[in-house]
């Protein structure tokens, strides 16, 4: 039934009505996707937490990467250990000059014995990320209890 809807639908309307429909559509969409990011240390877990989704921009990261390498700092002196938990669960493509500099970024920052939890489904994203991590040992997950199970049972 709703097949049929569709297309008569599409017939009773003019092709160039019909794309200006969709555009809006796709427009709207566009726009609920507004790139957020929020990091903090969770002093009970010992770990810090990047969440984030949408789009990212150089914005975004100038913006957020001196809060992040700050809590990683803070972390590093009270933990004497990194363990990053990133929700990205709705997180788009990073952009690839973003992606360059994050992963410099990562280079500077992330040190041989910490490690990266990351939620993640999109397999393009999860390459994204192991190359812009490539300092701290990174693993990807389903779920956020996952990926905290894991982060908790690494060795001192």
């Not at 019909?18 to 809006?24: A, E, N, S």
Request: net charge positive.
């Amino acid at each position: 039934a709703n097949e049929r809807i569709f297309l008569l639908s599409y017939h009773a309307l003019d092709k160039r009505a019909w794309d200006r429909g969709l555009w809006r559509a796709q427009r709207r969409r566009r726009i609920v996707k507004v790139p957020t990011m929020s990091v903090h240390i969770d002093e009970r877990k010992r770990i810090v937490v990047v969440e984030g989704s949408g789009l990212w921009d150089m914005d975004l990261f100038v913006k957020y990467s001196p809060v992040l390498a700050d809590c990683i700092a803070k972390a590093r002196s009270r933990y004497q250990r990194v363990l990053v938990l990133g929700d990205f669960g709705a997180i788009d493509i990073i952009p690839a000059e973003v992606a360059t500099q994050m992963a410099q970024w990562s280079k500077d920052t992330y040190r041989a014995g910490d490690s990266a939890a990351i939620v993640l489904s999109s397999s393009l994203g999860k390459l994204q990320i192991k190359r812009i991590l490539n300092n701290a040992h990174t693993e990807f997950f389903d779920s956020r209890v996952q990926a905290e199970h894991w982060l908790q049972s690494r060795p001192v």
